[in-house]
T-cell receptor, first 117, second 117 residues
């Protein structure tokens, strides 16, 4: 079945360091890819997404490019801040089988990021 | 209220109790989801309702019973739970469309932290 693999961490960085969180996926067809972020005590929030190969999603200084050839969607940020400390989830969505309507999501295990001042 | 709300935010119950979790979305979406988030495990999809019909039930034990009375409300009825059911239960919604689109964003509520004694 479809799956998402990402580094579990925790990842600890100093403020202004470069961030990479790796994400690879296995899926049939052409999934859409997402990064969600979860701050302490909150639900998941969409960070960015890409719906087709070579698309780049970006938001709040974070970027990820949909690489079909390597089945990857790595998250990067050039200079992290303390406020970026959170858990980051890579996810894919695929058409729900059987009725060709709607979609189901598959999430990775999440990567905890701690940014120290 | 905006977005997706969940009540209660915290719940402690004994194994013989019956309780219900409530989710309400104020986004005009047509699909709602229940997820279970346990420590050190990936997010688990439990149930999906699309256009108020249950379209996915991922082998969830019968002690969890969902209800979707309309497109804005989703409940999770709990009875005779086990300690291993303690987790964060997240509700999400999205606007699904026909024609094979898989890029719809899911919007999450803050979750209900459930502890089963």
């Amino acid at each position: 079945g479809d799956s998402v693999t990402q580094m579990e961490g925790p990842v600890t960085l100093s403020e202004e360091a470069f961030l990479t969180i790796n994400c690879t996926y296995t899926a049939t067809g052409y999934p859409s890819l997402f990064w969600y972020v979860q701050y302490p005590g909150e639900g998941l929030q969409l960070l960015l997404k890409a719906t087709k190969a070579d698309d780049k999603g970006s938001n709040k200084g974070f970027e990820a490019t949909y690489r079909k050839e390597t089945t990857s969607f790595h998250l990067e940020k050039g200079s992290v801040q303390v406020s970026d400390s959170a858990v980051y989830f890579c996810a894919l969505s695929r058409i729900r089988s059987g009725d060709n309507y709607g979609q189901n999501f598959v999430f990775g295990p999440g990567t905890r990021l701690s940014v120290l001042p | 209220e905006t977005g997706v709300t969940q009540t209660p935010r915290h719940l402690v119950m004994g194994m013989t109790n019956k309780k219900s979790l409530k989710c309400e979305q104020h986004l005009g979406h047509n699909a709602m989801y229940w997820y279970k988030q346990s420590a050190k495990k990936p997010l688990e999809l439990m149930f999906v309702y699309s256009l108020e019909e249950r379209v996915e039930n991922n082998s969830v034990p019968s002690r969890f019973s969902p209800e979707c009375p309309n497109s804005s409300h989703l409940f999770l009825h709990l009875h005779t739970l086990q300690p291993e059911d303690s987790a964060l239960y997240l509700c999400a919604s999205s606007q699904e469309s026909s024609g094979g689109a898989a890029g719809d964003t899911q919007y999450f509520g803050p979750g209900t932290r459930l502890t089963v004694l």
